[in-house]
């Protein structure tokens, strides 16, 4: 009973806002974007493909790292030894008391591993003694005086090499790791394709999310003039008492409600903003104040989706699809060298060198230097458990890991096909849709103009235009998400089928340099 009081005041007060109130405020600018404008901002400033950007430099910083086990090792050392000895009896019983010697050592030495797997080691040293003999005395006899001493040792080593010949032959744990950190390179830089796909993806539909809220505005806003024009024709007709005031009532609510209508839509436009800018900026608070016009509109152009010929491209060019194929590549790789820890350690050796001593330093030197005391070994080493207990079972636990990364990457690709197939039955339905809902539109339209028509010649009643008015409303309504959904749906056949940046022109198509191929486990 309160209502009828109520709405006129309601209306009064709220007619000259929505009737002058823009979508965008005051201070807001407003700032034309097609959608590869769109685009072409989120692959420069989304914050998402900043922080993947990374990974790829992390991951060659970790290949490179493992060069590392190849640098030659040098090792320097410089030594001065003191010792003084306390002296006692020996076995004929005779006193010596203790002597004092003092030894310099000079070493230096370069180790390091070769790529074959064998080890070397290249050094030398010089080490001089001196000090004083103790005298030696029997009672108070002294059969022997304490002189001063020195000797002097050189040595060269020019080489001394080992290879191994089974184990850790043609695969060893340095050159494992150098090829799974350039595997893992290769897999990071398919994560940041496949960041930037999903990205690219994700502004295409937040663009045509903004593109259905804005024509949404613009449909609530049609209605609210309908509404409008609906009431102050009833309002003339009830001062002159050709209209009961229950039909004004009746206007003036459907007015209201295509009023709150209104702002719900430009509710719904400044949401659709948010997300879109939170893709397309690195600075949000730039972008606070402007308002993305899109300079693009949603169309329904047919598109021959063929489901065989959309796994094939998704076959070849997803790039998650390529990191399992990789994966498997390192299970690969991993079984190897497993499978090379099986065998014994069989490794041969040779070293060659000269040396030298004296009493003095110079001596040992010269004779080092005219290689007059040369030496020289070589050999063969073979060493093996009983059980090889831990050898096996780490190879039987890598091959069992790559025969599940192989039927992960089998589940995957019929995942993949499954997502492909109900993409396209989808974008299909949606196409269905705008041809259906645009029909009902266009004979929404026709039937209010008519009921109009028939109103004004006193042959309908307020009611029947109110409900087509409102049944118009609801038309454009679905028209707008059947168009979006459509869009929508295309996009998302283009990212699952992995060909979002060949439709922006943003890559070439390049055949994948890793065939995806399918072996069956083997039975153990």
């Known amino acids: 009973m309160r209502c009828p009081r109520v ?10 806002v929505v009737g002058s109130q ?48 190849y640098d030659p090792q040098i090792r320097l050392v410089a030594n001065h030894d003191y010792n003084q000895d306390p002296g006692g009896i020996d076995a004929q019983a005779r006193t010596y008391l203790g002597r004092v010697t003092d030894s310099d050592l000079l070493q230096g030495g370069v180790t390091g591993l070769l790529p074959s797997g064998m080890t070397y080691s290249l050094g030398a040293y010089a080490q001089n003694t001196y000090g004083n003999e103790p005298p030696i005395t029997v009672g108070t006899n002294v059969i022997s005086v304490g002189r001063p001493f020195e000797s002097s040792r050189g040595q060269v080593l020019v080489g001394e090499l080992r290879q191994p010949l089974l184990k850790n032959f043609w695969i060893d744990s ?15 830089d398919l ?23 804005r024509e949404n505005v613009k449909s609530a806003e049609i209605a609210f003039q309908l509404a409008r024009k609906l009431y102050e024709e009833n309002k003339k007709r009830v001062e002159v008492g050709a209209l009961a005031q229950l039909d004004e009532r ?39 104040t402007v308002a993305i016009v899109p300079t693009d509109t949603l169309s329904a152009a047919p598109e021959n ?37 099986l065998f014994p350690q069989l490794d041969v050796f040779g070293s060659v060198g000269w040396q030298g001593s004296g009493i003095e330093f110079s001596d040992a030197l010269g004779q080092v230097y005219d290689g007059s005391a040369p030496r020289h070994a070589y050999g063969a080493s073979l060493t093996f458990p009983l059980n090889n207990r831990r050898a096996r079972e780490t190879h039987r636990i890598s091959q069992d890991e790559r025969a599940q990364a192989e039927l992960r990457l089998r589940q995957y690709r019929q995942q993949i096909m499954v997502a492909v197939s109900d993409a396209i039955q989808s974008a299909e339905s949606a196409f269905q849709r705008t041809r259906a809902t645009r029909e009902a539109r266009q004979f929404a339209e026709e039937a209010l103009a008519a009921e109009e028509k028939k109103l004004a010649n006193g042959k309908s009643t307020n009611f029947e235009v109110l409900r087509l008015q409102r049944d ?22 283009r990212q699952r089928q992995g060909t979002t940046l060949l439709k922006f022109d943003l890559e070439t198509p390049v055949p994948p340099t890793t065939p995806i191929t399918y072996v069956p486990p083997t039975k153990k």
């Open 191 to 213: 994560n940041l394709r496949l960041k930037i796909l999903n990205t690219v993806s994700s502004v295409e539909q937040g663009y045509y999310d903004l593109v259905a809220a």
């Open 22 to 69: 823009p979508v965008l405020g005051a201070d807001v600018t407003e700032r034309p974007m097609s959608l590869l404008d769109c685009i072409t901002s989120a692959l420069e400033h989304n914050l998402d493909i900043a922080i993947e950007r990374y990974n790829p430099m992390i991951a060659e910083a970790s290949r490179r790292m493992v060069y590392a086990d």
């Open 472 to 493: 118009l409303t609801q038309a454009r309504f679905d028209e707008t998400r059947a168009l979006t959904d459509y869009n929508k749906a295309l996009a998302t056949v």
């Open 7 to 16: 709405l006129p005041v309601v209306v009064a007060v709220l007619l000259p």
């Open 305 to 341: 989706l063929d489901a065989e010929q959309a796994w094939n491209q998704a076959f070849q060019l997803r790039p998650d699809l390529a990191a399992l194929v990789i994966d498997l590549e390192r299970r690969d790789l991993t079984t190897r060298y497993t499978r090379n820890q």
């Open 174 to 188: 340095t050159r494992l790791n150098l090829k799974l950190r350039a595997k893992d390179r290769q897999v990071s």
């Open 250 to 288: 009746q206007a003036q609510a459907q007015m209201a409600s295509s009023e709150a209508a209104v702002l719900e839509a430009k509710r719904a436009v400044d949401f659709a903003e948010n997300v879109l800018k939170n893709l397309l900026t690195d600075n949000y608070e730039a972008w606070h």
